[in-house]
Every structure is written in C-alpha cells, then in structure tokens.
C-alpha cells in the first residue's frame, strides 16, 4: 500500500506572498540578517516586495539604528516596489529622507512618524503625493506647524485619523496650536478622529472643530483648557460624550461599518 501523500506543504514550497505575509511577523533585524541565510526561496522572497507592505520601526529599534536609519529606510522602501501600505518611524532626522518617502508611497494609506524633524516647506512641497494616506500620525514635530497642517488637509483628502499630540500645554503654544486647529477644521471635513492632546485652546477652538469635522467620532484633547469647557452643554448637544479623568474624549454615534478600522488602526 503506498504511502498517503502528505497534505502539508514543506516551507519552501509556499507561496512567496505566503512566505512574505508570515516573515512581518518577525523583528526586522531577523528579517535582514537571519532569514536571508536560510535557504534561497527565503532569502529572494525578503529580497523582494512582498515582506514591506508594512514596515514598523519602534522606537527602541530607532535609536539603535539611528546613524544609519536614512540608508535603512531607502533600503527597505525601495524594496517594497511602490506596494507600502503602512509606515511607522519616530525620529526622522532631516527633510530629504521624508520627501524620498514621499516619492516611492504610491499606496501608502497608513504614515506615523512622531518625533520626526521635518519643516513646514517640506509637507507644502510633497502633500500632494501623500493623496489616499487615510491616517497621519505627526505628533511631537516641533517643527512644522499650521502650514504644513493646511496643505496636509487641501492635498490628502481620505485623511480620517490624524494624531497632532504635542507637550506643550502652556500659553505660549496657544497661538500656534489654535492657528493649527483651524486648519484641521477648514480644510479636514472627513475627519473621524482627531487626537490634539497637550495643546492650549479655547473652547471656541473647540467648538469650532466639532462643527466643522460633523464625522468626528473620537476627539483627544486636554481636559485643562485655557477656558473650561461647559461640560453639561457638550452632553446635552453631544450626548454620546465621555470624559475621562486626563484627556477630553468625545465619542459620537456612527452608522458607518468601517469605524472600527480606522480607531483600531
């Protein structure tokens, strides 16, 4: 009687989008050094586009790499083939590494990079490549402020989440976070959630974004506002508001079955 063959693929047998899908799970130090020496399918699949559809590198991965984060960057979009979905890097060091990124991300629809040092006339000059980004986390980059904000807004029209945190809740930001909050609500109708944590606004700032983002499902804002917020108006306006004990949370009702996508994101 011969023997039944086997219902299980060997590993190098499986598919390379397979393979790719399996290895992001991996630490991206493995993935460059270890994988690649394992067997040639292997090491053409990491070689190839189909590990960096997304590519997360955490902060502690960051400052150990961070003499050579540009070149690693460069190294991995180029990889990706135009197919990055999501990109997650804190601490960008200067200009030129964001506008690369810009230019290879023609499917990018996720893009955090905190703590990053990019300026206003960079994000002027490249927003429009960043047109289906859906969410855009540029929270603690202290330099880009309202400008960048507005041509974010005028150019990336699917925005839905954009994170804008930033530790600086005294007066002196005041002028700067309002100018930004502004923006947001003239030019981000779509917005769904917004999280504007330690900024010094009004409550007219406030208002004004509520009114003019009505998509608005999650708000992160300060609960120590300059001027306090009436927060028995807001429930009675907005009844499916919550305040937790250190940010203003506003969440609102929503008939739309993607809502958990974009607040899971």
Not at 49 to 77: N, T
Request: hydrophobic letters at 40%.
């Amino acid at each position: 009687m011969e023997e039944e063959q086997s219902e299980f693929r060997h590993w190098d047998e499986l598919l390379p989008d397979v393979l790719g899908l399996i290895f992001t799970n991996l630490p991206i130090q493995e993935l460059l050094t270890v994988i690649p020496c394992v067997c040639k399918s292997w090491s053409k699949v990491v070689t190839g586009s189909h590990c960096w559809q997304y590519i997360d590198l955490d902060e502690r991965s960051c400052r150990r790499l961070s003499h050579q984060l540009d070149r690693m960057l460069r190294m991995l979009i180029t990889r990706s083939n135009g197919s990055l979905r999501s990109l997650h890097v804190s601490g960008l060091q200067n200009d030129s590494i964001f506008s690369f990124i810009t230019e290879n991300v023609g499917s990018l629809q996720v893009l955090r990079l905190p703590r990053s040092l990019i300026s206003d006339s960079i994000v002027k000059q490249t927003a429009r490549r960043l047109s289906i980004v859906t969410f855009l986390d540029l929270s603690y980059c202290h330099k880009i402020g309202a400008q960048a904000i507005e041509a974010i807004g005028k150019h990336c029209k699917h925005l839905v989440v954009l994170c804008r945190n930033m530790y600086s809740p005294d007066s002196a930001d005041k002028v700067e976070a309002e100018d930004e909050a502004n923006a947001i609500a003239s030019t981000m109708p779509r917005l769904k959630q917004l999280e504007f944590a330690y900024r010094c606004i009004s409550t007219e700032c406030v208002l004004n974004l509520l009114s003019c983002c009505p998509q608005l499902v999650h708000l992160k804002i300060d609960e120590f506002l300059s001027e306090k917020l009436d927060h028995k108006f807001l429930k009675e306006k907005y009844p499916k508001l919550e305040i937790l004990l250190l940010y203003l949370v506003i969440l609102f009702e929503s008939d739309e079955s993607d809502d958990d996508e974009y607040l899971d994101m």
